[in-house]
C-alpha cells in the first residue's frame, strides 16, 4: 500500500489558518450584474482549511491517494481553491488545461495522462460522457455544480465539515510528481509538464523573494496557480469577473473597483489585462493607492503600458515584466526604474527586449540555434561551434529548483526539450535571446517562428519592436512566406482604433530601410485583430498570421 503523504508546503498554509483564522483567504463574486459593480463574498483561512480537508478525506474514501492523476476543470472559484488545496493535502496529482484550445485537442491531450479521477463543471463531465474511451481509466468522479445524472459524487454533498480524522501523513519526497499542467499549445502541440513537490515549493520562495520577502497582503488573482502560492503565504486572494480562456475580455472596470474596494497590494496579469486598465484608469482619472507591486507575465508587456501604470500608482511602488513558462515560472524578472533607464532605447534599435535578470536559484545560458535534439551539454557545446550568422543570438535555456525536468507527454518532447549535463537537467524553453555583460536576458522572439531568409535569419520580436513606435500601431507581428532559407519576410500590422491604414503603412514602409535588420521588409498587411494565446490572450498566433498573409500575397499577386 502507498504511503500517505503531501506536499508539505501545506504546512505554510495550515499556519496562517491556526495563527489567524478568521483572515480572508478568498474573495470571490458571488453575483455579477449586467452594468454596476459585482458583489462578493468571502471565505476565510479557517473555513477554507476545513473544507479542503472535507475534500480530501472525501477523495481519500473514493480512493485518489499520494500519485493520483486528477483532472480538474472548474472555473477560478472558491470551489477551486478548496479542491487544489485538498488535493495537494494528500498528494494526489491534479492535471490542468487550457480549454480554450478546442475539444478535441482537449480530450486527445486529456487522453494520453490516462488520469484515474476526474473534478470538473457539469459541461466538462458532459465531455467525459460523450468521449467516455478517452477517460476510461477514471474510477472516481466529482461533480461542481449540478450533477445531469453521470453518477459520481457531488461537491456540494459533501458539505465543509470532516466527518473524521485526517490520517497521518509524511512529506512527500521533493522528486516526486505534484502537478501535470499542458502548455497551451499556441506555438506548437501542447505538452504535458511534471512539476515536482520541489518545484512547486522553489516557486513558493521565489515569488515571496520577487517581493523583497514581503508579505503580500492582499492579491489580485488573474492566474489560477499564483492564487496557490499566494495562499501558502497568507495572502487574501481577490478574484475578480474573468473566463480563462478570455481573460482579454475582462471588464477593466471590474479590476479598478477590486483593487480599491479590496486594498489590493500586489497583483499579477498578463498584457491582455493591463493594457485595458491602463485605458480604463485614463478615461475616469483614477488612482490605484493601494498597490505596492505589478507583475506581468504571458508575453512582454509594452513599455508605455509599464511607464502609464507608473502613474496611477504611487512613488513607490514597482511594476515588474516577468518571463516564465508552464516548465519553469518564474525564470526572469525586471522593474520598470531598469528598464525605462534606456534599456527600451535599445529595444527600438533592435537589441530585443530586456527581460532582466534570472529569479533567485536559476540559471541561464545560451545555446545554438538548431532544431536538432542536444540530449548532454556536450552536443550543445559542439553545436555551438559550428558557424552561424544569429549575431549572437541563440535559445536560451534554464535550469533551477522550480524548473521542470521530464515532460509526461509526449516522450519525445524530452528528448527535443532537455539538455543532461550529468545529473542536472537543462530546460530549453524554445525562445531566442542573448545575455548581456551584466547578466540580463535579452528575449528576440520564439525560435520556431524565426524566419530563414536567402540573407540569413530574422527574430520576430527583434525586428517587431523597431516597428512598434511608429504612430497608429497598436502592434506588429513579423511572419516569413515560403520555404525556409527563401522566405520573405511580412509585417503583419494590427492598427490603433481610427488610425489611418494608408498612413501607417507609409510610414512603416520609410521606417524599414534605416536599418539592417528590417531593410529585407518590404511588405506590410493591414490585420484588424491578431489571434493570440488562449491563456493569456497575449501571445500573438504568428503561425495563423503566416498562413493568413501567404493568401493576402497570393491574392494581390492573382490581382
Given at each position: ?135 476510461r481509466r477514471v474510477r472516481a468522479s466529482v461533480t461542481v455544480g449540478r450533477r445531469w445524472g453521470w453518477g ?220 536538432d535534439p542536444l540530449p548532454t551539454w556536450d552536443d550543445a557545446a559542439l553545436c555551438a561551434n559550428e558557424p ?172
Amino acid at each position: 500500500m502507498r504511503t500517505a503523504t503531501y506536499w508539505q508546503a501545506i504546512d505554510r498554509f495550515r499556519e496562517v489558518a491556526q495563527a489567524d483564522p478568521a483572515r480572508d483567504a478568498v474573495i470571490f463574486p458571488a453575483h455579477v450584474p449586467d452594468s454596476g459593480t459585482p458583489e462578493y463574498r468571502t471565505l476565510s483561512y479557517r473555513e477554507l482549511d476545513r473544507w479542503s480537508d472535507t475534500i480530501a478525506e472525501r477523495l481519500t474514501a473514493s480512493g485518489v491517494v499520494a500519485g493520483t492523476r486528477t483532472i480538474v476543470l472548474v472555473l477560478p472559484s472558491a470551489e477551486l481553491y478548496a479542491i487544489m488545496l485538498g488535493l495537494l493535502k494528500i498528494g494526489a496529482v491534479p492535471v490542468v488545461i487550457d480549454p480554450g484550445m478546442g475539444l478535441r485537442k482537449m480530450v486527445h491531450c486529456l487522453r494520453a495522462v490516462e488520469a484515474e479521477a476526474f473534478i470538473g463543471i457539469p459541461q466538462a463531465h458532459a465531455v467525459r460522457v460523450l468521449f467516455r474511451r478517452s477517460f476510461r481509466r477514471v474510477r472516481a468522479s466529482v461533480t461542481v455544480g449540478r450533477r445531469w445524472g453521470w453518477g459520481g459524487d457531488s461537491l456540494a454533498d459533501w458539505g465543509r465539515e470532516q466527518g473524521g480524522d485526517q490520517p497521518d501523513r509524511a512529506p512527500a519526497d521533493p522528486g516526486e510528481v505534484l502537478l501535470i499542467a499542458f502548455t497551451t499549445g499556441s506555438t506548437g502541440p501542447a505538452k504535458a509538464v511534471e512539476l515536482t513537490h520541489g518545484n512547486l515549493a522553489a516557486m513558493v520562495d521565489q515569488v515571496h523573494a520577487a517581493r523583497d520577502g514581503v508579505a503580500p497582503e492582499t492579491s489580485l488573482i488573474t492566474l489560477p496557480l499564483v492564487g496557490i502560492l499566494d495562499l501558502l503565504l497568507g495572502a487574501r486572494c481577490v478574484l475578480p469577473p474573468l473566463i480563462p480562456s478570455k481573460v482579454g475580455s475582462t471588464d477593466p472596470a471590474h479590476v479598478v473597483d477590486a483593487i480599491n474596494r479590496f486594498g489590493v497590494r500586489t497583483m499579477f496579469a498578463s498584457p491582455a489585462v493591463l493594457i485595458p486598465l491602463l485605458r480604463e484608469l485614463r478615461r475616469q482619472s483614477t488612482q490605484l493607492p493601494t498597490l505596492d507591486s505589478v507583475f506581468s507575465g504571458g508575453a512582454p508587456v509594452p513599455h508605455w503600458c509599464i511607464a502609464g501604470l507608473r502613474e496611477a500608482l504611487h512613488d513607490e511602488a514597482r511594476v515588474y515584466a516577468g518571463y516564465g513558462s508552464t516548465e519553469a515560472l518564474p525564470m526572469s524578472t525586471i522593474e520598470s526604474r531598469e528598464l525605462l533607464d534606456g534599456l527600451v532605447e535599445r529595444t527600438r534599435r533592435g537589441e530585443g527586449i530586456c527581460i532582466g535578470r534570472p529569479s533567485e536559484g536559476v540559471e541561464a545560458r545560451i545555446v545554438a540555434i538548431t532544431d536538432d535534439p542536444l540530449p548532454t551539454w556536450d552536443d550543445a557545446a559542439l553545436c555551438a561551434n559550428e558557424p552561424n550568422s544569429s549575431r549572437g543570438v541563440g535559445e536560451l535555456v534554464v535550469a533551477g529548483p522550480n524548473v521542470s525536468t521530464r515532460y509526461y507527454w509526449p516522450d519525445k518532447a524530452n528528448a527535443a526539450g532537455k539538455i543532461a549535463e550529468g545529473a542536472r537537467i537543462w530546460h530549453r524553453t524554445g525562445d531566442l535571446a542573448w545575455i548581456d555583460e551584466l547578466g540580463r536576458i535579452w528575449f528576440c522572439g520564439r525560435k520556431s517562428q524565426r524566419l530563414e531568409t536567402a540573407s540569413g535569419p530574422m527574430f520576430t520580436v527583434q525586428v517587431e519592436q523597431m516597428f512598434n513606435s511608429v504612430t497608429g500601431v497598436a502592434r506588429t507581428a513579423l511572419v516569413g512566406v515560403g520555404k525556409a532559407g527563401a522566405q520573405r519576410p511580412v509585417l503583419c500590422v494590427e492598427p490603433e482604433p481610427g488610425a489611418d491604414t494608408a498612413a501607417v503603412v507609409s510610414a512603416l514602409r520609410s521606417e524599414a530601410p534605416g536599418s539592417e535588420l528590417t531593410a529585407a521588409v518590404d511588405d506590410f498587411l493591414i490585420h484588424p485583430a491578431f489571434p493570440v494565446d488562449i491563456r493569456h490572450n497575449a501571445k500573438i498566433g504568428r503561425e495563423k498570421l503566416a498562413v493568413w498573409a501567404a493568401k493576402q500575397l497570393r491574392g494581390s499577386s492573382a490581382r
